[in-house]
């Protein structure tokens, strides 16, 4: 039995990296919250790479599956 843990992986990385971006436009202009991180919106780009390598990673899944049928 083979092991794929791509799948779960990227859904979970997609959705957090959703959630994640849509906090992070959301709360843009609180110049208060990101004064600590030198006033750049780290939900935001946190959540995109994110989003980012969790699509990586379901493209992979489906290739692979793909290669196996």
Same mark, same amino acid.
């Given at each position: 039995m083979k092991l794929d843990i791509k799948l779960p992986i990227g859904l979970l990385f997609t959705l957090f990296g959703i959630t994640l971006t849509l906090y992070g436009l959301f709360t843009g202009n609180d110049a208060s919250l990101y004064a600590?991180?030198?006033?750049?919106? #780290?939900? &935001?780009?946190? +959540? %995109? #790479?994110? &989003?980012?390598? +969790? %699509?990586?990673? &379901?493209?992979?899944?489906?290739?692979?599956?793909?290669?196996?049928?």
């Open positions: 600590k991180s030198l006033d750049i919106n #780290v939900n &935001l780009w946190t +959540g %995109l #790479v994110m &989003l980012i390598f +969790g %699509l990586l990673m &379901l493209m992979m899944s489906r290739k692979s599956k793909k290669e196996k049928d």
